[in-house]
């Protein structure tokens, strides 16, 4: 057996018949009896059977090849990739917002609570609350982290509840959530949700309370949605937990196990100075590293124990840890560590993500995380034996790992604990196991035993203590026999360099090796383990020589196939035309490597993975392709897209066959068999759903739509590909200068992993691929290549050798290496190929032109030129200074370039030509500014010229995308009987450059370019002086237009000179137009001018005039909308009153239909009206009318009914703007609310009963989800306004609508930090342009004045007055210390600042300012608002938080009309007054003249716009004995509404609205730092002057005072017991207080000695407060501390709480229940206290409720509760009055004067003892021992009677005697 083995490894073929036949049982049966052998026969063996099980899968894919076709077209190279490098990690930046809103249902009694959140090191904490298991906090937190994007979503959200007391606290319950978690959320957050908090000590007890919270984590550049609160009391806690959606509400506790059984191939030294001591004097035999693994998951870490001196070491240590599942953490860490003597090192990191090894589908379907036992490879940096690691946070997981450090046995498991922690049949079948072996395996003295370290501390906790807390366990196992039987398998990894040119020159001369090592094979620095480990212990546990060792020399020394994993050292050479780069000449002889390796074969997962690769890989390139047509042609590229689909759909089933055909005896773990499943149910998802779209039965799926769906496909099908087993580890390439390691590449194994099957074949297996070699670790910015290596990779199992060089390029002869021995030779592993034929090629390099490079100068542009590298040889094209889109038009000629091979495969697969960007400094080196690599077209001798197409190939440099270049490249094989005989090109120019042929160039055509001057703005200072006269050059294609010379821009920033044009040749072919560049110079004293910035438009598509349908095409027809319709009957002028009290009839009414009663809907301002022909109107007149009655009466009732209950509190509140704002801002929660369930607006109108109109289908939905039903009864009717989530701008376009922005960029954009910041922009420009073809007859204008400046306003200089309108700001970053702000507005616009100090709001993150200011501006000069919230500090200046700009031209000029905003209904008075200066009227005369549409023609009942006719109401009564008077503003202002559907108008008028702005810092770039809802008006000063602002001031609060007396308890649970008696009693009190108002806390007296829990109290507490009856919520301001200078304003609910205690002289009392009543909504009294129940507050419905604020005074009996038990009752009565009320009527607190409470008629017994001993006697012994006291005294008298008689007797009788 031996001598085979010593054959087997290019000998598999050879060897099948001889080993088939009886061998197999030989191997079983004496599988421990060889001994020796053993590994080796089973590794024969298992090669053998790989081949028989070959040829099946052979049968097999033969049926499945045919379909997979597609897949794996026949290359001979690899896919051409035209990035240079791979993404990076890089830090950014990421803020993690959590607003603590409330808690509820918190476990214990009487508590403090206060939330502590913790994420990794910064801790920060909410303010206590007293005595409530309900806290409401609303309170905001900001943290802020950098750092690359992985490493902060593993940081774990801690939140915790704790219980403040002055001596340590005590914790409630906790909540973890991992920061990753969150930003997977849909808007990157949650928002109100509940999380249940868990007590981590004690997993049994279930949960320990909920808390509210929103959680949001923002990158930079995300936006925040802002999320309206609901503010709903009675929300269902369990519906709306803290859990992502699709996760089970509740959540049961499971325990993860993560199983460490051993590593093996750890790097073998010790990182610490000491070690390499050590090693000097011991010498390397002995392994110096003392490896342990930690785990750490969910925020707690387990360690396994520490085994000394091994680098192969075996553990058999299990980490359990437990957490509820499913987790929302979701990656595991294990690390490898080294201890060292002063410090541990860590070895390497792997992550495990939860998501890949469980699935989440419900049902059958989906499966717990499960994970091997499988190996998992860690990689991290090189292994030197250098004293220090340069690259040690490569191990710890930061960056890529550059070499393989190892592989590590594990196993996952996760159980979920069905009740509590017990013990389950897994971990109890394991401790039995372990019980005898855990003495010898713990107490083994191991040096000092760290285990403490982790957190492990092993304190005499009683074990099931341990079991029920969340503390990590580590203990020992035995491990199943079966799990040890890996049979390890030959691998082949051959490679071939063909080609290592672009070596940086900074190496030197000397000899360069590269080295290709998969795991420790093949790398020269760990060379002694060649093997998976010197010595393998089998389970014997005696050590054995591993077959690895045991005859590589042999083998080589046998067969002569040397094993060399490095090539021959190359000198070498400079590359001719580029000083910086060198090559080695790999000529004819392409040197051969090949390294032997044994892995167990796992290779099938590797085989799945590599053919969903495949799939995605061909979807993917469809849909590029897919992207380039559309460009041509709609149906070409649906087509297309549909045999995609269909090839997809065909692949997904014969993938699911092969899956299922799957033999049974491979080692699958469970993971491998539920990952087959998996891939089943998602593939038959996937492809059905791919069908649907490919046939469309249902709807027609727009193109756009398609692509989406199967972008999401490729997604998903990448996320499957990735396969969390490890089995091959990764290939590396080594670049060795001198034997020192200098540069890498590093390829998965699966992408070169041989398979018979052409769809499981890695996609670079066999194939030459070029690799750009890497620096390892950081690199420093603008680092380029540091070598371009091609070559053939071939990695396979041994019996798979003979196809080892199938695919080689054809036409070589083999060396072998020097010391063969031909004797034996069945196949050989060649050292280098020759290849004999070389032929001659001329390359020709057309560079055409470039577009948006990155800048590299610091004017914001840079030189650039190009370098065209194409084997060794390099060219330059000529440097075209100051600009970003340069146009070389140059040809670059390489001459006779020599190439090896065959020439038809030189023509299908040329090498890759590499061109690199660089920007030219005078002074220095030139600067890299990207790199993109291309493919030649190669054109034979023999074959026709056609000249190649140009086409633009993406430039990126680094991870930033650096442009486009636009060239092609062609290859000519130059013939050899006339080497003249090529293409001609054009002559060259003067400087000796070959311009690009004409025949490549693109065809041009003659276009007018109209260029719009309005005016630039906000430049600033260049070279520190300002710009005062500033120009603007447009340039396009070399030709271009001056602006005029802007005199003074500090007077007037705008040009004086609107309009200009010039002619310009520009390609045919869109796609290749040039860019226009945008410059401003700045012309300063004495002639010189300097660059002040300038902007690239790349796309010219968008400014490409159309010409449009002359107006008269559309039809001459009148449409005639219904605005209402109210029929003339009696009814009309009541109807018409009622518009009047309360403007209900706005719009269109109609009726829903629910559940069987009818409920009226709020018609709704914005819902467009409606075209519709005259005959539809004639039909449905009479019906509509019916109706329209109808529904009138319904609204008389329902307004009478309503009126009654909304007067208690509407009634006090007048109607003002914020009443309106309110309304609003519940609309547009209801808007959220009533479309969230997919529920489709169409739907609802036509399922609606009646409808009083018809409804047109718009294409606008967003104005259809307006269209909202809001029910009668919540609010009166009050006119609204529209409230934007966002700026208005991102509404409207950017009101680009008259004029675009440009923004004017200087300085360096070459590295990450500067690439998009905001210190770039230097100022803006703005105008427009138009571009045409020109007309032939060369006539200029169109109708007399260029095409641009239809509709274009003047522009000189207009006297505006600003009105800025600020309601509010939300969610500001806290500025002070202590986690507030104290914020104020400033608002600044030209030289004018209004600055609120005084106004500031303090300790305030969400203040509500309600502020307006007047500003008089000039445009353009003040055209840039900046709204700036300040933190006030006393001491030191003033903090920025946060600012907005606003464009205030843009909106002043824009069609959309945003001066100001159009109200949704017309009123003269009130708080809905028009507030525009003109009347709607006035405004619709204006637009139609603007616009030139006919009209407005006004008749009775109706208005004609163009061609459209409005109807609805114009005469109005104000009293039944008035005269009518007849107004078209109502109706004026509906059609203004409507505005955008009039034909020849079409923009929306801006409505009434309030905006919301984010705010931004400089200081932290795209990160909001809170958002500020504001509104602007604005009015030109020549127009009438508006009426007074509008007073949005902030309503103040009203004083209320809440009188409470406690007349009686009942049944009050009875605490203290007698001593002599055993009697209970209890001393009751009661104690009141209003949460928030803590101070104010009243008490009643003690009702002593109550035996039945009745107390008498008669006693009056009296709280006096301030409350928003809008907002339902009380303000208290009061100081937060000693030490505050402020008072805090802080809105909360308002909250009574009433408790009863018993008194205790010498102890502290005794907490007995509480009551908090909700003074909004809290439970109806009973009338009793039989009746009275815990049922009535724990189950009270929303209708049983009642507010205090209704009733006035409420009278009754009510629960106390502890614990959810019920402890007693109270009978309490309440009134509530006003403070005016209660400073006419004061009332005594207790039972004092005024309106003095009578004294309680308490029983005889309640008294305290201490007071009055003799009634405590007379009571407590007295009543109760009466009769043994009298029996006890007459006895006393007898005795001592007796005792007196017995004493005297004696005495008597003497006397007797005596006297006689």
Known sequence: ???????????????????????????????????????????????????????????????????????????????????IHEEEMKSQNFQ?????????????????????????????????????????????????????????????????????????????????????????QPGHQFCDKWALLTDPADIRTGAKGYLKCDIGVTGKGDTIQAMQKTADTEEQIEKNLLIPKGFPSERPWARFYVRIYKAEGLPKMNSSIMANVTKAFIGDSKDLVDPYVVVMFAGQMGRTTVQKNCADPVWH?????????????????????????????????????????????????????????????????????????????????????????????????????????????????????????????????????????????????????????????????????????????????????????????????????????????????????????????????????????????????????????TTPPEKPLITTGNRNY????????????????????????????????????????????????IKVSEIASEEKMRTALNDFVSQSRAFITSVEKRRKGLNYTALDKKRLMLFKQELEAMSSDAKRIAQQQKKKKSLDEMMRETQSFIDKIRFLADEPQNTVPDVFIWM????????????????????????????????????????????????????????????????????????????????????????????????????????????????????GLIAADSTGLSDPFAKVTFTSHCQTTKIISQTLSPTWNQTLLFNSIVLHGDREEIAQFPPEIVIELYDDDAVGKAEYIGSTVAAPVVRLADQNYEPPKLSYHPVYCGNLSGGDLLATFELLEIPMS?????????????????????????????????????????????????????????????????????????????????????????PENELLHPPLSICVVDWRAFGRSTLVGTHTINCLKQFLYKTQLSPQATPNRLHIVEIDKVSASPESSQAAELSR???????????????????????????????????????????????????????????????????????????????????????MQKAKGVFSNEEKPEENTQTSDHIALIIEEEPDKKKKEKTLKRKQKETPNLATLQI????????????????????????????????????????????????????????????????????????????????????????????????????????????????????????????????????????????????????????GTDDLIGETKIDLENRFYSRHRATCGLQSQYEIEGYNAWRDATKPSEILTKLCKDYGISGPFMQPGQIQVGTKVFKGQTVFTEDENEEPTESYEHLSLKVLHAWEEIPGAGYKLVPEHIETRPLYHKDKPGIEQGRVQMWIDMFPKDMPLPGPPVDISPRKPKGYELRVIIWNTEDVILEDENIFTGQKSSDIYVKGWIKGLEEDKQETDVHYNSLTGEGNFNWRFVFPFHYLPAEKQMVVSKRENIFSLEKTERKIPAELVLQVWDFERLSSDDFLGTLELHLNGFPRAAKTAKSCDLGMVVAASEENKISIFQQKRVRGWWPFIKAGELTGKVEAEFHLVTAEEAEKNPVGKARKEPEPLGKPNRPDTSFSWFVNPFKCLYHLIWRNYKKYIIIGIILLILIIFLVLFIYTLPGAISHRIVVG
């Open 978 to 1066: 006339d080497p003249d005989r090529l293409p001609a090109l054009d002559p060259p120019d003067a400087g000796q450059f070959y311009p690009v042929p004409a025949n490549i160039r693109p065809v041009l055509s003659k276009y007018r370019v109209e260029v719009l001057f309005w005016g630039v703005r906000e430049l600033k200072k260049v070279q520190f002086l300002s710009v005062d006269r500033p120009q603007v050059l447009i340039e396009c294609a070399g030709k271009g237009v001056k602006s005029s010379v802007i005199q003074s821009y500090k007077k007037n920033p705008n040009f004086s000179g609107l309009a200009d044009w010039f002619e310009v040749e520009l």
């Open 1284 to 1435: 934007y989530e966002g700026d208005l701008e991102s509404e409207f376009n950017n009101f680009e609508d008259w004029v675009k922005t440009f923004q004017l960029l200087r300085g360096k954009s070459n590295d990450e930090v500067h690439a998009d910041s905001e210190d770039r922009i230097i100022g803006k420009f703005k105008g427009s342009f138009c571009i045409y073809p020109s007309p032939k007859d060369g006539s200029l204008l169109d109708r007399g004045q260029p095409r641009i400046l239809q509709g274009i306003p003047p522009n000189h200089s207009v006297k505006v007055l600003i009105r800025v309108y600020i309601v509010a700001a939300f969610n500001l970053s806290p500025a002070d210390p202590d986690g507030k702000s104290d914020p104020y507005v400033v608002l600044r616009l030209g030289n004018t600042e209004i600055k609120d100090r005084e106004n500031y709001i303090p300790k305030q993150l969400n203040p509500v300012f309600g502020r307006s200011f007047e500003i008089q501006a000039t445009f353009p000069k003040d055209s840039l608002l900046t709204v700036l919230i300040y933190d006030h500090d006393f001491v």
């Open 96 to 184: 993690i917002a959590i607003t603590i809103i409330e808690a509820r249902q918190l476990v214990g009694e009487n508590i403090d609570p206060v939330v502590i959140i913790e994420i990794g090191d910064e801790k920060k904490q909410t303010t206590v609350k007293e005595g409530t298991n309900a806290p409401f906090y609303n309170e905001y937190f900001v943290f802020d982290f950098v750092g690359p994007q992985v490493f902060v979503f593993d940081k774990i959200i801690n939140i915790s509840v704790v219980h403040n007391k002055l001596i340590g606290s005590m914790l409630i319950g906790s909540f973890k959530v991992d920061v990753g978690m969150v930003y997977d």
């Open 1141 to 1227: 009290e309360e403007p209900f009839l706005a719009d269109h009414t109609y009726d829903e239909v629910e559940q069987g009663h009818g409920t009226v809907l709020q018609p709704d301002p914005y819902l467009a009206t409606v075209p519709a022909t005259e005959s539809e109107h004639s039909a449905s007149e009479p019906g509509k009318e019916r109706k329209q009655k109808d529904m009138k009466k319904s609204i008389r009732r329902s307004t009478k009914r309503r009126k009654r209950t909304i007067a208690d509190e509407s009634a006090e509140n007048v109607i003002d703007w914020w009443s309106k704002y309110y309304a609003s801002v519940l609309k």
């Open 736 to 851: 060795l200068s001198n034997h020192k390691r200098v540069a890498y590449a590093r390829v998965p194994a699966k992408n070169i992993l041989y398979s018979p099957a052409k769809e499981q074949r890695g996609k670079d297996c066999g194939k030459i691929k070029t690799h750009f070699l890497k620096l390892p670790g950081k690199r420093p910015l603008g680092w380029t290549v540091q070598a371009k290596v091609d070559i053939y990779l071939w990695l396979g199992p041994a019996s798979y050798a003979s196809n080892i060089m199938e695919n080689l390029p054809v036409g070589y002869e083999t060396e072998l290496p020097s010391n063969t021995n031909a004797g034996h030779s069945v196949m050989l592993s060649p050292a280098c190929l020759l290849y004999k034929t070389l032929h001659l090629f001329q390359l020709r390099a057309h560079m055409y032109q470039a577009r």
């Open 317 to 565: 240590e299990q980490i359990i840890f437990k957490e509820m599942f499913p987790p929302l953490c979701r990656r595991v860490k294990i690390q490898v560590w080294d201890e060292g003597s002063m410090n541990d090192v860590a070895l390497a990191t792997h992550f495990i993500d939860l998501k890949k090894i469980s699935n989440e589908q419900d049902g059958d379907k989906g499966f717990l995380p499960t994970f091997g036992p499988a190996w998992i490879n860690l990689y991290g940096s090189p292994r030197n034996h250098s004293l220090m690691d340069d690259h040690q946070e490569l191990n710890e997981g930061f960056g890529e790992g550059v070499s393989f450090r190892g592989r590590l046995f594990i196993q996952i498991a996760v159980e979920i604990l069905s009740g509590g922690a017990r013990e389950s049949k897994f971990s109890s079948i394991i401790k039995d196991i372990k019980m005898p072996s855990k003495d010898k395996d713990f107490k083994a003295p191991k040096g000092k035993d760290k285990t403490e370290k982790a957190g492990e501390d092993r304190k005499s906790a009683s074990p099931s203590d341990k079991m029920n807390s969340t503390e990590v366990e580590v203990e020992p196992f035995d491990v199943p026999s079966e799990i040890y039987e890996e049979k390890f398998e030959e691998f082949l990894l051959f490679g071939t360099f063909f080609e290592a040119t672009m070596i940086d020159r900074k190496l030197g001369d000397k000899p360069i090796t590269f080295e290709v090592s998969v795991g420790n094979f093949g790398n020269i620095t760990d060379g002694v383990s060649a093997g998976a480990g010197g010595k393998k212990k089998t389970r014997d546990g005696e050590a054995e020589e591993s077959l690895l060792h045991e005859g590589e020399d042999e083998i080589s020394h046998d067969l002569g196939v040397p094993l060399i994993s």
């Open 1 to 83: 057996m031996g001598i085979l083995t010593k054959k087997g490894l290019f000998a598999g073929m050879k060897l099948k018949k001889k080993k088939k036949k009886g061998e197999k049982g030989l191997t079983i049966a004496n599988k421990d009896a060889l001994g020796d052998h053993d590994e080796s026969a089973n590794l024969q063996h298992g090669t053998l059977r790989r081949q028989e099980e070959g040829n099946e899968d052979l049968m097999n894919s033969d049926a499945l090849s045919n379909v997979f076709g597609s897949l794996s077209p026949k290359r001979k190279r690899a896919k051409l990739m035209a990035r």
């Open 582 to 629: 060198q090559y080695l000449p790999y000529n004819e002889r392409k040197p051969c490597i090949s390294v032997k390796s044994y892995w167990g074969n796992q290779t099938f997962r590797l085989y799945s993975s590599n053919t969903l690769e495949k799939m995605a890989d061909h979807l993917e390139e469809s849909l590029e392709q897919v992207k380039e047509l």
